[in-house]
């Protein structure tokens, strides 16, 4: 079993507390790691403060040079990294392979190379002035992630964080810290200056309480749940921490009649089944217009019914286990509700049967049709496996219930008819619309929700400029003479 440190100003760091980090495929415990308390937080804090002076001051492209050493680290160790990442999520090792670890080292390279476009504008202003503004990195930057995708993730906000000049404290989920302990290995690795990156672990009523309330934090990064984040920005609030937070999503796919329906049927399973379910953008709600539902349920049944399901270090396995013993519980007790609700169970809703499912938190993909929306399982994030099917006839009626949700993270459309599919994506009140596709996230483009799914937008320039660099106004008087406001 390994056991892991803190990293803090460039050390590892042992403490009193401990947990343990299970492999939810097999129930077995695979590391144990160091729980942060009010004092090594302190230290973390103070180390990012020490670093910024120098980090902050040092050229874009230099920082850059060190985002792309780790982006090559990453693809080195590509292998071992997603076999750990599978063995502390329980997502498919194909999965991690495929997305996480080519996107987290994308997520490195593209910072590093955009770094540079941190700069300010020269404004007009009357009089004999110059007015320009700066960029300018805000300090110490909190990063708290969730369990889902734990390296992928945490780069949406390591590398623009970094690239624009911060330091930082990242605290992982206590469920899946080991790549982020990972990752910061091979900061030191690669040369990372002492304080500039840290690593704290450990509960997030603790650990991550204590950092967001610590006034040397300058901004909190947050990604969970919606009530988490409630807490987190009460907490960050006091001393005006500046934050963003990314939460949670209760997103509709929805799918007119004339769509292609073979691709359709493709990334509506996509859409709920990636990641078990456990995703915040999951197209959890799918929308399918009445003409062609029963059909449409047919096929995803048909094709749902082939999945996968098995060990996530096996290459052909498409669907592991929940993340979590609570996960699983919270699947069950959203699928027993529903049944009692009335909706109305097609596929799954319970665990795999077999000698291999005996250990670890199987569920099965399970869909449930003819959901109404204000059934529970429609309103709440269940954060699993559970697809609820909604017939809907017409454009009107999809966009109603499109939007009829506390959420607003994303959102799919498919149809032929292009004029319809712009009327609709600018009609649902959603931070990501996919047209024709589902789960895109190239670097450059924006990401993050409306409503409670939170604010402020990963990726891309708009993480760069507005969730990492605060504006600085400097105006010059270029005259010869002066005005004399008292004569
Ligand atoms: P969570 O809110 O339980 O935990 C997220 C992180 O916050 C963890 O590191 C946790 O330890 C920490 N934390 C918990 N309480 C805290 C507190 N009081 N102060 C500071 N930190 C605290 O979320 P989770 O269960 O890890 O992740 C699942 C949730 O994340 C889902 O709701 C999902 O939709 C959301 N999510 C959103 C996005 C997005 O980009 N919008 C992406 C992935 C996951």
């Not at 144990?32 to 002076?53: G, H, K, L, T």
């Not at 019914?305 to 052909?316: A, F, R, S, T, Y």
């Amino acid at each position: 079993m390994k056991e892991y440190r803190l990293y803090l100003n460039g050390e590892w760091l042992e403490t009193e507390g401990h947990f343990e980090v299970e492999n939810p495929a097999k129930e077995e415990v695979i590391a144990r790691c160091a729980v942060a308390q009010e004092d090594e937080v302190r230290q973390a804090v103070e180390a990012a403060r020490e670093a910024f002076p120098s980090w902050s001051g040092k050229s874009a492209e230099e920082r850059g040079e060190l985002l792309t050493a780790v982006a090559d680290q990453l693809i080195e160790e590509m292998d071992e990294l997603a076999g750990l990442e599978a063995q502390e999520t329980g997502r498919s090792i194909k999965e991690i392979l495929a997305h996480d670890l080519p996107a987290t080292a994308d997520l490195f390279q593209y910072f590093a190379g955009i770094a540079p476009a941190v700069f300010g504008e020269t404004i007009p202003v009357p009089g004999e002035y110059l007015n320009y503004t700066r960029r300018e990195p805000l300090g110490v930057v909190a990063g708290i992630t969730p369990w889902n995708f734990p390296l992928w993730l945490g780069a949406l906000k390591i590398a623009p964080a970094l690239a624009a000049g911060n330091t930082m404290v990242v605290k992982p989920a206590s469920l899946t810290p080991l790549t982020m302990l990972e990752l910061a290995r091979i900061m030191e690795e690669v040369g990372a200056p002492p304080g500039v990156f840290n690593v704290v672990t450990g509960p997030g009523a603790q650990t991550g309480q204590l950092l967001v309330a610590h006034p040397g934090v300058d901004k909190v990064s947050f990604t969970g749940e919606t009530r988490t984040g409630t807490q987190v920005m009460t907490e960050a609030a006091k001393h005006i921490a500046r934050v963003s937070l990314e939460l949670g999503g209760k997103s509709p796919n929805i799918v007119f009649a004339d769509c292609d329906f073979d691709k359709a049927v493709s990334f509506a399973l996509l859409a709920i089944f990636f990641a078990q379910g456990q995703m915040c953008t999951a197209g959890s709600r799918l929308l399918v217009e009445k003409s062609i539902h029963e059909r449409f349920v047919a096929a995803l049944v048909e094709r749902a019914v082939k999945l996968v399901i098995g060990d996530p270090l096996e290459m052909e396995t498409e669907f592991g286990p929940l993340a979590s013993k609570a996960q699983l519980e919270k699947v069950e007790h959203y699928v027993t509700r529903a049944v009692a609700e009335g909706a109305q169970l097609v596929l799954g809703g319970q665990r795999p049967k077999g000698a291999q499912f005996e250990r670890g938190y199987y569920f099965e993909p399970t869909i449930f049709d003819n959901v109404r929306n204000d059934q529970t399982i429609a309103c709440d994030e269940v954060f699993g496996p559970v697809l609820s099917v909604i017939p809907f006839e017409g454009e009107e009626e999809a966009v109603r219930l499109a939007n009829d949700t506390e959420y607003g993270l994303a959102a799919g459309i498919w149809t032929r008819d292009l004029g319809r599919a712009h009327r609709v994506a600018h009609s649902v009140k959603a931070g990501k619309i996919w047209i024709n596709c589902y789960n895109l996230f190239p670097p450059a483009a924006p990401f993050g929700g409306f409503k409670k799914s939170g604010f402020g937008r990963e990726l891309g320039l708009h993480s760069l400029l507005d969730l990492y660099t605060e504006v600085k106004d400097i105006q010059i008087d270029l005259s010869r003479d002066y005005f004399d406001w008292f004569i």
